[in-house]
């Protein structure tokens, strides 16, 4: 029971290249994350997709797009990378929360971008 | 103003110290709320959900003050193992499940 996994662990970018995150997760969980964290301000919800079929915009969704190509895997993708998207990339999951927001979040290990 | 406001520290305890974290939130009508440790360079991991009357997990308590809106985390006894950044965390008011992070309070324990 692998978690949530995400590939690649570290990417290095020059600005205007496009690159496509992976995350995928084996708990059967309905809703997957992903946030962006950078220094002083905390983590913040890029995309979010409440069960498959479903993707919805979150606190900065500009300059990304999501896929959640299945109930597994759910991908964020950069289409033109600027150095303000140099962050770490975190994808999460959870079991529906049932509206009272009691579920754990599980995350994958990160993605470590440098946008150049 | 932040949704969910942290000291960042760092708090710099010995082993053996009673520490204390406080995080303060805006939204009154916010439903839930947790504490995530954050390892260096490592994923967020949920340490404790935080009920209304209180909660205690071992040598780890959570308090939360609606009138106040602002929720707490009491550290005992401190191991060299806590050293981490510690994620104040609320559940947004939508139906969007949609979690609200503080950018942390970091804490070293020291020898």
């Known amino acids: ?116 | 103003r932040k949704e969910v406001e942290q000291d960042p520290g760092p708090f710099n305890v010995p082993e053996g110290a009673t520490v204390a974290f406080n995080c303060t939130y805006s939204n009154s009508a916010s439903q839930s709320f947790f504490w995530y440790r954050q390892d260096c360079r490592k994923e967020p991991k949920l340490l404790m959900s935080v009920y209304s009357s209180g909660n205690e997990d071992g040598r780890f308590t959570a308090q939360l003050n609606r009138a106040s809106q602002y929720i707490s985390l009491l550290i005992r006894d401190s191991k060299l193992s806590d050293s981490a950044t510690y994620l104040c965390v609320v559940y947004g008011m939508d139906s969007s499940y949609k979690l609200i992070f503080g950018s942390g309070t970091r804490l070293l324990v020291r020898p």
Not at chain 1, 9 to 21: E, I, N, P
Not at chain 1, 29 to 44: A, F, I, K, V
Not at chain 1, 83 to 111: D, H, K, L, N, R
Request: proline share 4%; with cysteine; hydrophobic share 30%.
């Open chain 1, 1 to 116: 029971n692998a978690g949530v996994t995400q590939t690649p662990k570290f990417q290095v970018l020059k600005t205007g290249q496009s690159m496509t995150l992976q995350c995928a997760q084996d708990m059967n969980h309905n809703s997957m994350y992903w946030y962006r964290q950078d220094p002083g301000m905390g983590l913040r919800l890029i995309y979010y997709s409440a069960s498959e079929g479903t993707t919805d915009k979150g606190e900065v969704p500009n300059g990304y797009n999501v896929s959640r190509l299945n109930k597994r895997e759910f991908s964020l993708r950069l289409e033109s990378a600027a150095p303000s998207q140099t962050s770490v990339y975190f994808c999460a999951s959870s079991v529906v929360g049932g509206g009272q927001g009691q579920e754990t979040q599980y995350f994958g290990p990160g993605t470590r971008l440098l946008v150049l």
